[in-house]
Nanobody
């Protein structure tokens, strides 16, 4: 059974930082990453990392967010700095292989004073 379990969301003030983590089991993923969905919006890419280390970031988070991955532990992390109100969303862990994509259940990130 494939599982992706996120942790680390919460409430943070503007300008603050959070670190999201995702623990995967049941499959080794070629690409792992993070998407987010704010109320009324479509789910959008935040950042992804291939197993070889290549990364891809949304323009809106470049320079503020950093994705990292531990292939041995099958985990992926997202360090989020200089958070803004517009970063508020449910953040979903994502993993893909040749057979398809898989999603975690999501973790809420709220940026508010």
């Amino acid at each position: 059974q494939v599982q992706l379990v996120e942790s680390g969301g919460g409430l943070v003030q503007p300008g603050g930082s959070l670190r999201l983590s995702c623990a995967a089991s049941g499959r080794i993923f070629d690409v792992m990453g993070w998407y987010r969905q704010a109320p009324g919006n479509e789910r959008e890419l935040v950042a992804t990392m291939a197993d070889g280390g290549d990364t891809n970031y949304a323009d809106s988070v470049k320079g503020r967010f950093t994705i990292s991955r531990d292939n041995a532990k099958n985990t992926v992390h997202l360090r989020m700095n200089s958070l803004k109100a517009e970063d508020t969303a449910v953040y979903y862990c994502y993993g893909s292989t040749w057979s398809g994509g898989y999603w975690g259940q999501g973790t809420q990130v709220t940026v508010s004073s």
